[in-house]
Nanobody, 115 residues
Framework: QVQLVESGGGLVQAGGSLRLSCAASGSIASSKGMGWYRQAPGKQRELVATSSSSGSTNYADSVKGRFTISRDNAKNTLYLQMNSLKPEDTAVYYC?????????WGQGTQVTVSS
């Protein structure tokens, strides 16, 4: 099973930017899809953005125009560029990927946006 390791989280002021990275132990080009989810305290995990093997992307309405998902297949790394961050973006961000019928999740990285 492919292992996913996130990095890049941290504390940032509102209006700032962060870039999250997700390093995969296997080929992301062979994945059926990859994406980012987040979970805020007391809330359910929610979709942030996805990237399909065909290159199409999908975003939650709350992050459209501010976040960009991208991938570097040569480095087997998925990215999430987050701009114009808001306090409501504060959450643990998880990387997800699907290979065959198996879902893989990273351990999560904390993003905290101060007002």
């Amino acid at each position: 099973q492919v292992q996913l390791v996130e990095s890049g989280g941290g504390l940032v002021q509102a209006g700032g930017s962060l870039r999250l990275s997700c390093a995969a132990s296997g080929s992301i080009a062979s994945s059926k899809g990859m994406g980012w989810y987040r979970q805020a305290p007391g809330k359910q995990r929610e979709l942030v953005a996805t990237s399909s093997s065909s290159g199409s992307t999908n975003y939650a309405d709350s992050v459209k125009g501010r976040f960009t998902i991208s991938r570097d297949n040569a480095k087997n790394t998925l990215y999430l560029q987050m701009n114009s961050l808001k306090p409501e973006d504060t959450a643990v961000y998880y990387c997800w990927g699907m290979w065959g019928y198996f879902n893989s999740w990273g351990q999560g990285t904390q993003v905290t946006v101060s007002s």
